[in-house]
């Protein structure tokens, strides 16, 4: 059974700090990983998809990588800012394409 | 483009009252999803769909029943309500080709069942 871990699970950095948030799958048979966005009381922005034939995907200040042989997921955030504040939600679309699992999310604050 | 639209935004139920939640998309999207969302955890998914006329269980599907009539509408329908199903509800959609499966989430109704 597929579980997608995201560590940790609460982050604060101070504004213009490069960060890394982590995500990682226990099955490395997926179709794609899919980054979100959460602002609180909200519904989930897409951020980046990585299909599983893919390395990496970039847009903007923010690049995804995947290593689907060490069941991981990374999302780098460049230069910071207040407005980059939220919850981050990894998920992992399994070989079948039918069934997503997501991550508990990890929840970032950036401090002006 | 709506996008995806959700009705109601906010409803609260007394335990053993019945709704249904409604789901709209406009992309002409082959996958529709529903999910729950819990305080402190992830999104669990309910059940999905793979195309009109097509329903299928997900990861916690009890207490929960769902019909794909239109393409474009998936409903999510409790019969009793519980307690245990106060909760947040997402609805998704996704287009298999293209977009390569990219889900598109609507803006979530809050359910509290009393």
């Known amino acids: 059974k597929q579980e997608v871990t995201q560590i940790p699970a609460a982050l604060s950095v101070p504004e213009g700090e490069n960060l890394v948030l982590n995500c990682s799958f226990t099955d490395s048979a997926i179709y794609n990983l899919q980054w979100f966005r959460q602002d609180p009381g909200k519904g989930l922005t897409s951020l980046l998809l990585?299909?599983?034939?893919?390395r990496e995907q970039t847009s903007g200040r923010l690049n995804a990588s995947l290593d689907k042989s060490s069941g991981r997921s990374t999302l780098y955030i460049a230069a910071s800012q207040p407005g980059d504040s939220a919850t981050y939600l990894c998920?992992?679309?399994?070989?079948?394409?039918?069934?997503?699992?997501f991550g508990s999310g990890t929840r970032l604050s950036i401090r002006p | 483009n709506a996008g995806v639209t959700q009705t109601p935004k906010f409803r609260v139920l007394k335990t053993g009252q019945s709704m249904t939640l409604l789901c709209a998309q406009d992309m002409n999207h082959e996958y529709m999803y529903w999910y729950r969302q819990d305080p402190g955890m992830g999104l669990r998914l309910i059940h999905y769909?793979?195309?009109?006329?097509?329903?299928a269980k997900g990861e916690v599907p009890d207490g929960y029943n769902v019909s794909r009539l239109k393409k474009q509408n998936f409903l999510l329908g409790l019969e009793s309500a519980a307690p245990s199903q106060t909760s947040v509800y997402f609805c998704a959609s996704s287009y298999p080709t293209g977009q390569g499966h990219e889900q598109f989430f609507g803006p979530g109704t809050r359910l509290t069942v009393l």
């Open positions: 998920a992992v679309r399994d070989s079948s394409a039918s069934k997503i699992i």
């Open positions: 990585i299909q599983s034939s893919q």
């Open positions: 769909s793979v195309g009109e006329g097509t329903t």
